[in-house]
C-alpha cells in the first residue's frame, strides 16, 4: 500500500472543502463560523489522513496508536484551541479542552477496538443450526 497517496487523499478532500467553505464564510463577515469551519476541516483532515497509520500491517498496535495520538497531538488539539468554541480565559479552559481531547480521543479508541477486535470476531463464526 502507497502511504502517502492514501494520507493526501483522506486528508485533503476534507480539508480543501471546509478551507473552501471557511474561507468563504470569513469574507462574507462570518468570522466565527468562518473559524469554526476552518477548525472542523483541520479537524477531519488531521483524522482521516492520520487513519492510515492503522493500516502498516508491520507496525504494532502500540506504535500505531501512539503515532495517531501524536498527530492527532499536534493536529486536532491546537485546531481545538484555536476554534473559538471554548472560554480560554483562565488555565481551567485550557485543562477542559486537554480534558475533552483526551476523554474523547480515549473513548474513540476504546469503541473503535471493540468495533474491530470483537465484531468481526463474532461475525465470521459459524452459526449452529436447532
Known amino acids: ?9 483522506r486528508a485533503g ?18 468570522t466565527e463560523d468562518g473559524r469554526a469551519t476552518l477548525a472542523v476541516g483541520v479537524i477531519a483532515g488531521a483524522v482521516s489522513g492520520a487513519s492510515v497509520v492503522y493500516q502498516i500491517a508491520t507496525w504494532s498496535l502500540r506504535k500505531q496508536t501512539l503515532v495517531h495520538f501524536a498527530l492527532m497531538t499536534v493536529t486536532v488539539l491546537p485546531a481545538l484551541l484555536l476554534s473559538g468554541w471554548f472560554a480560554l480565559d483562565s488555565i481551567w479552559g485550557y485543562i477542559g479542552v486537554i480534558a475533552t481531547f483526551l476523554g474523547a480521543g480515549i473513548l474513540l479508541w476504546v469503541f473503535f477496538f471493540v468495533l474491530f477486535t470483537m465484531v468481526p470476531a463474532r461475525r465470521s463464526r459459524p452459526r449452529t443450526s436447532r
Do not use: E, S
Open 13 to 30: 478532500i476534507p480539508l480543501v472543502i471546509m478551507t473552501a467553505v471557511g474561507v468563504a464564510l470569513l469574507v462574507q463577515g462570518k
Open 1 to 9: 500500500m502507497k502511504i502517502l497517496p492514501a494520507v493526501l487523499l
